[in-house]
């Protein structure tokens, strides 16, 4: 690994002056994606801002109508968090489907999202919830954000401070991870609103998170695993690697998706 | 070389190191603590868990710059006055272990594990929660069975 200048800046601001005034620098958060990355070689920023001395960037706030998450919250402390389990429990179930404790205790909500890995779990509860990602600099719509395979709709030096969460009237999170490492070989988040318009969101299918329109057509006329019958999502523009092929991808999109509807609560 | 200080062990160090200094090198190096052991270096097998301000991290991804002023266990820290502490006495016990190369890992990611989850952790629990922590001679059998039998005792 290359070496780095190190900051440890108290707030947001301090953070993203720090980061216009490097050369290439990168912000960190749990850092369990940037040090594996840089250890092989893959990242090699002059500067790192470690974000996670910052005061108030962690956090679990829950209103009326949202769960609302700092960006510098820890999968672990949302996994654990007993008013999301009451308010959204498939997004503190999700959570604690992420990595392993080790990670848990480390990794962040907003590093997550902001990373964009196409096989990231947050991505598909950001879209499957309809949530709105905030930043020192503006609201974006989870329809919005994720632009493509680690890619977001992040300007330079944005700094996720926040993610808010819709409260649906159910959903539900179903994942089929990869033994080894835990990411999403395929994750299927479905929620449904008090209006009963419904979201599914897929990841680990594809090159990012992405919705099928199909399904929450029909499972939003009736919210039911029957209203999936006939309706198979394509493997054409889905992943295929030594891990599965895109066929079996598209095969568990259906699979997750009906369980995910029947464990909707 | 910036330099660090924090509670290893509940002694104060301090030392120099780079910036991009692991914890895991500055513990084994810096510190002459060799008890924690570096696996896989990718951050998947769990042999260099240690617990920073209580909670149970991998030291090969963790700057060692970044604990400044942190509370570090290792595995050398958690014998009291000569005796096993009762994880590493049921690792023993239960003979879970061969080579022994993932047992501090091991046993710092169980004690975070009955600490989060109680006497009564459930052995579904035991394996899903060190399902990162990897052991390429027992099966697991026995150390599931160690982590049991040491929650009871803790």
Known sequence: MENFNYHRPATVNAAAALLKKSKGGSYMAGGHTLLPTMKQGLASPSDIIDLTAIKGFSGITIGKSAVVVKGGTTHMEVATSAAVKKAIPALAELAGKIGGVHVRHKGTIGGSIANSDPAADYPSACLGLGATIVTNKRKIPADAFFTGMFQTALKDGEIITEVSFPIPKKSSHMKFPNPASRYALVGVFVSQDAGGKVRVAVTGAGPKVFRVPDMEAALSKSFAVSALAGISAKAKGLNADMHATAEYRAHLIGVLARRAVEAAK | ?154
């Open chain 2, 1 to 154: 070389m910036p330099a660090i200080s924090m509670k290893v062990n509940g002694k104060a160090v301090s030392g120099n190191v780079e910036n991009r200094t692991l914890l895991v090198d500055f513990i084994r190096t810096n510190l002459g603590l060799t008890g924690t052991h570096v696996g896989c270096d990718t951050s998947q097998c769990g042999a260099c868990v240690v617990h920073i301000d209580g909670k149970a991290v991998k030291s090969c991804t963790t700057l060692a710059v970044a604990c400044e002023g942190a509370s570090v266990t290792t595995i050398e820290g958690i014998a009291k006055n000569g005796t096993l502490h009762p994880m590493q006495q049921a690792f023993h016990e239960n003979h879970g272990l061969q080579c022994g190369f993932c047992t501090p890992g091991m046993i710092m990611a169980s004690i975070d594990i009955v600490k989060r989850n109680g006497k009564k952790v459930s052995e579904e629990v035991i394996r899903r929660e060190l399902s990162q922590n990897i052991c390429r001679c027992t099966g697991y059998h026995n150390i599931v069975a160690a982590v049991q039998s040491a929650a009871e005792k803790m």
